[in-house]
């Protein structure tokens, strides 16, 4: 069974760990601490993803970071926001997930990731430096 850390759920979320941490404190975020971090099994996201508070959270959230992208008519840069939906069951999203995570954490790179999954399937928002992105899609489809 997978386990995200603490930094990992706030990658896919959006959500800072402060965050993260008060809904932790609230009891709406369960999970368990070893060695002294906070780690989170798939039963621990999926209780957490379907609260009712958390949803608003990470729905203004993923618009947010679209809608961020589509205001900013100055950028200095190429710059990307591609939306991928995937219709997948729960399984094969959160290896979706997992690979996105991985390939964004190889190295620092200028990417916002957003992910959410619903009964119609997983949904990827990635925005960012317009090579930074490209990579991570090339890595994503094995080009």
């Not at 621990?44 to 608003?56: D, G, I, M, T």
């Amino acid at each position: 069974m997978e386990k995200y850390d603490l930094n990992q759920l706030a990658l896919i979320t959006g959500l800072t760990t402060r965050t993260l941490r008060n809904y932790l404190n609230q009891g709406i975020l369960e999970g368990e601490k070893l060695a002294g971090n906070w780690h989170f099994s798939e039963e621990n996201l999926e209780k957490f993803f379907s609260s009712p508070e958390v949803k608003r959270s990470l729905t203004a959230k993923r618009h947010a970071l679209v809608y961020d992208f589509m205001a900013d008519t100055y950028k200095k840069n190429n710059r990307i926001c591609m939306i991928l939906d995937f219709p997948v069951a729960q399984e094969e999203a959160n290896t979706i997930s997992d690979l996105f995570c991985s390939f964004i954490n190889e190295k620092i790179q200028d990417i916002q990731f957003k992910f959410h999954y619903d009964v119609h399937g997983a949904r990827v928002i990635l925005s960012g430096a317009e090579d930074a992105v490209m990579d991570v899609i090339y890595q994503y489809y094995g080009k």
